[in-house]
């Protein structure tokens, strides 16, 4: 059975940092581009970061460039997401999504795009 499991999120303060992590179990993380989405109270889920399946290839969100990285671990079969940095809009919850694709170099950062989804972990930024 094909499952996401995301883990580290918690209670931060401003301008602090965490590292959520996302591992995968029941398929290889080689053949998927991999999201990461986050989803505040009373807002649509938006994409966060991307990965292509060949490290080199990411995509962030406008409020997050700077202060976000991405990055994937094939031998591990897990995503990360650093953050950096942190303000209280960035409370939400957050999902890692992956999809399987035939392109090496590209992601997507549409819900649409993603096939499989993580059941979330919720990251607060509050002082």
């Known amino acids: 059975q094909l499952q996401l499991v995301e883990s580290g999120g918690g209670l931060v303060q401003p301008g602090g940092s965490l590292r959520l992590s996302c591992a995968a179990s029941g398929f290889a993380l080689d053949r998927y581009a991999l999201g990461w989405f986050r989803q505040a109270p009373g807002k649509e889920r938006e994409g966060v970061s991307c990965i292509s399946r060949r490290v080199g290839s990411t995509n962030f969100l406008d409020s997050v460039k700077g202060r976000f990285t991405i990055s994937r671990d094939n031998a591990k079969n897990t995503v990360y997401l650093q953050m950096n940095s942190l303000k209280p809009e960035d409370t939400a919850v957050y999902y890692c999504?992956?999809?399987?694709?035939?392109?090496?170099?590209?992601?997507?950062?549409?819900?649409?795009?993603?096939?499989?989804w993580g059941q979330g972990t919720q990251v607060t930024v509050s002082s």
């Open positions: 999504a992956a999809t399987v694709t035939t392109i090496f170099t590209m992601c997507m950062n549409r819900t649409t795009d993603y096939d499989y």
